[in-house]
């Protein structure tokens, strides 16, 4: 167990080089790992009625908590890891980074802004008239237009898919118009 926990902190160290400040390198395919200490726990397994059955088993493990930028080396990671004794993938949580979230709202926001413009103009044209948006609310709240954006993709890295959880991004808008 040991070994194994010294292998993979190295092979995690060697996966997020830093700069002299201690912030991961721009190209760094682990931007952060942290490592728990280890526990041990031991039982007799038991049969439903409490009889004891067997000899005394043992357990230990690490908790590893690594962020990966790179979904090419997360699969080879797992790769490596389905393979190596007394390792094993407990779950795999999905995250956006902020840039990505920064961006997708973005576009959600834009995405809003044009729904809410072409609903105003499909009202204003059975009346026969045209409208001007004349205030934006910059508050967002669930009762106002909203669009969603999902952000999905699914990679196949040596014979292992790797499929991202579904990331929705939800961005309302309050407009007034004034009709022409």
Not at 119 to 142: F, H, L, P, Q
Not at 148 to 155: I, K, L
Request: with cysteine.
């Amino acid at each position: 167990m040991t070994t194994t926990s010294k292998q993979l902190q190295t092979l995690f160290k060697g996966l997020s080089p830093k700069t002299y400040s201690g912030v991961a390198t721009s190209d760094a395919p682990i931007t952060k790992f942290s490592i728990s200490h280890m526990a041990t726990k031991s039982w007799i397994p038991e049969e439903k009625d409490g009889k004891p059955v067997g000899s005394r088993l043992h357990q230990a493990y690490i908790h590893f908590e690594v962020i990966f930028c790179d979904l090419a080396m997360l699969a080879d990671v797992a790769v490596v890891l389905s393979t190596t004794p007394n390792a094993e993938i407990d779950r795999v949580d999905w995250r956006l980074t902020d840039i990505t979230k920064q961006n997708l709202g973005t576009e959600a926001r834009k995405a809003a802004l044009r729904d809410a413009i072409q609903r105003a103009g499909d009202y204003a044209m059975v009346v026969g008239r045209n409208v001007v948006a004349t205030e934006i609310d910059k508050e967002y709240s669930s009762t106002s237009a909203r669009t969603m954006q999902t952000a999905r993709v699914a990679t196949r890295f040596n014979g292992l898919s790797v499929e991202p959880q579904d990331v929705e991004l939800h961005a309302s808008i309050t407009l007034k118009f004034v009709a022409e």
